[in-house]
């Protein structure tokens, strides 16, 4: 049964790191493409960050340059190391897995999710 477990997330301030992390668990872990996305109160979800499985990664304008997305294949988790983090990053983050190549960037491209896990960046 495919499933992905996220955890880390909490209160942080302004400034400071977190590291969010995705274990995946059957086919979700032999998915092409894993990606992040997020949601903040009364906003769409949007993306974040995908890594493709050959390597490549691609970031929102956003967080380019202050996140990391990266997995552990021995480990079957998948990270997302926030750096440098802002107000306006608060929001409840989500773990994806895509199993076919599709457009990186949209929602409904992904078959699987996490539960979801809350980020607070206080200023």
């Known amino acids: 049964q495919a499933q992905l477990l996220q955890s880390g997330g909490g209160l942080v301030h302004t400034g400071d790191s977190l590291r969010l992390s995705c274990a995946a668990s059957?086919?979700?872990?032999?998915?092409?493409?894993m990606g992040w996305f997020r949601q903040a109160p009364g906003k769409e979800r949007e993306f974040v960050a995908a890594?493709?499985?050959?390597?490549?990664?691609y970031y929102a304008d956003s967080v380019k340059g202050r996140f990391t997305i990266y997995r552990d294949n021995a480990k079957n988790l998948v990270y997302l190391q926030m750096n440098s983090l802002k107000p306006e990053d608060t929001a409840v983050y989500y773990c994806?897995?895509?199993?076919?190549?599709?457009?990186?960037?949209?929602?409904?491209?992904?078959?699987?999710w996490g539960q979801g896990t809350q980020v607070t960046v206080s200023s």
């Open positions: 994806s897995a895509m199993r076919a190549s599709g457009l990186y960037w949209k929602m409904t491209e992904y078959d699987y």
């Open positions: 059957g086919r979700a872990f032999s998915s092409n493409v």
């Open positions: 890594r493709l499985s050959g390597g490549n990664t």
